[in-house]
């Protein structure tokens, strides 16, 4: 009797999960550029800058302070964050807030390694800022000296933001601003009516490319009362990152297949401090890949495939301290299993 | 091994029949989940199938998929909670282009809608239930429930409204 019940409580729960998923398929449509992000209201507003750049210092390292925050807040924790925290990809800034317009902004932590990216955002709202609800929201680029955006995130602004920053910057701008992330996650750490810290992450479509220096322009803060637009703040922020050495010294290791595979042709296989990367054309969408060492530890795709045509990157939690001599491909299909050995390119 | 047809695939008849299957697995496979990870893991496996149904090779049994889906759960489970344990390693060859990543991240949103349905009441629930789970039309709705079409249509509407509003203010857009 008790199974039955048991049963019966499972497949009431399993009904209702079926009944969301499909209402999510039919009713809830996400953006196609396939990047997940919790997103904040739209809202419309001509940017009226007013430049504040701060040159910020290096701080100290505090790798422990952001595991704890990622355990503490349940976020969905990757292996790559976890390895570049440990790898010491991570630069917490004892900065003051630059204040405008009420408003003081500082960027408390950066997390950065090849395929990931994390950045604290820490807001200081003024007694005299309105902000009537949790509807808070704002713009922001990131990019390196080259020009390279490595993310953004301009719903508030509906694209004038980066447009202007493409037409400035010399950037083919053609609906979306080319960039470098694949995926985005936005979480709030804190939220009062003074305080606001958001946590925003980034995984790399291929790899985030070293610099010494990162810029993040900020601007659009603002938040929705009553379904209209209300800005907070007019004023631009942009802060200067200096980039930690170990990050820009570190080598990676590039290897190639041995031999040929049919229907998989490799870009690039890159085992990085955090992780392994591998950038193909795959003509076979059925094909399973795995990286299996000489001990036959299997590594399979962490976070998902996503395909452009038949070009897809993947990204495997094996890295530089825990590779083995022998690597290799194991390339599964209709129950037979193939491996490939893989050579180091230089 | 008990092979199913395509067009036989019952979701309800499966539930019945491995929820205690699934149970067995998670329970030889891990000390450290409660209950309630459990249930949800075990609802998770099914979502999985459902999902994926067009996906599933009818040559083979069930089982293979059951088993590898349900322990490649548990393992996103442990990521999430932070818990270093080895789920052996299970190969899922048969798991080709089966997604199961998108379960853990869609977790939270799902917990907003679920939160929100829960706070309806019964009669909108259970509307919402047979319109998406069970993909009757609002004319079935009205029969089934003996209420006129337009009181469903409405209802509806007022549900998509309110799980929408929920959704946004958890931080989430919606249709755009």
Redesign the interface.
Known sequence: MENKKFENKILEQTKLKIAISEFEKKEYKTKEKNIETKQFYTYKKILVASLIICIVVIGTVQAKKMLNYFEKNSVFFPISISDAINNGYIQDFNMDYIYSDGIGLKIDSLILSETDMNIVFDFKLNDNIDLVNDKFNFSYIIYNEDNQVYAYRDLAMKNKFTKKFAKEHNIKFNNVLPNLAKEGNSNIITFTPNNIIINERYVATNNFPKTKKLYIQVIGIGCIVDGKNKSLSNSNWTFELNIPDKFYSSTNIEYKLKENIDNIEVEKILVTDTGTILIANILNKDLEIKIVDENKNEYSNYGGISYIGNRVSMYFPINKNNITDKLYLQVSINNEKNMYELIKKY | MEKINKNEFN??EI??KY??YI?KIIKNSTIYLTNEDI?EI???V??VL??NKEKINYELSLEPYIVGITKNIIKLKY??L?INDNID?YE??????I?I??I???EE??KI??KT?NQMKEKDKKI??L???N?KSTKEIAKDLKITEINVKTKLHRI?KK?KNA???G??????
């Open positions: 979701i309800e539930i019945i929820t205690n149970y249930e075990i609802e998770d099914f979502l459902w999902n990521r999430k932070k390693n899922n060859i048969i798991q080709n282009n997604d990543q998108n853990i991240e869609q949103k799902n809608i679920e349905l919402f239930i319109f998406y789970y993909s998509r799980l959704l946004v203010k931080g989430y857009s919606y249709g755009e």
